[in-house]
Nanobody
Framework: VQLQASGGGLVQAGGSLRLSCAASGDTFSNYFMGWFRQAPGKEREFVSAIRWSGSMTYYADSVKGRFTISRDVAKSTVYLQMNSLKPEDTAVYYC????????????????WGQGTLVTVSS
């Protein structure tokens, strides 16, 4: 499984970004896809997850109502639309994939992308 995250950048507080995670190397119909983030000096934390087949989505309380996860099956790509960004959203964002994860636990995902940096200025 290969995961390629992209879409990070520098944005002002209140702005928006859309992250993408292109997946390849397997049939993902039985996977959960997750987004995690890690700020400097902090542990990696759960942001959002989606079940590849079906409409189950999951969000951390800190991003609920601001971030939206979605997937394009034809493109094998998962998106994280981030609106109303705050300086505390600054982090490296990682996408992850696994068949049977606890969706909010980073250690339960076996497959990871390389990360994309999101910087939100105040």
């Amino acid at each position: 499984v290969q995961l390629q995250a992209s879409g990070g950048g520098l944005v002002q507080a209140g702005g928006s970004l859309r992250l993408s995670c292109a997946a390849s190397g397997d049939t993902f119909s039985n996977y959960f896809m997750g987004w995690f983030r890690q700020a400097p000096g902090k542990e990696r934390e759960f942001v959002s997850a989606i079940r590849w087949s079906g409409s189950m989505t999951y969000y951390a309380d800190s991003v609920k109502g601001r971030f939206t996860i979605s997937r394009d099956v034809a493109k094998s790509t998962v998106y994280l639309q981030m609106n109303s960004l705050k300086p505390e959203d600054t982090a490296v964002y990682y996408c992850a994939a696994d068949r049977f994860p606890r969706v909010d636990m980073a250690t339960s995902y076996a497959n990871w992308g390389q990360g994309t940096l999101v910087t939100v200025s105040s």
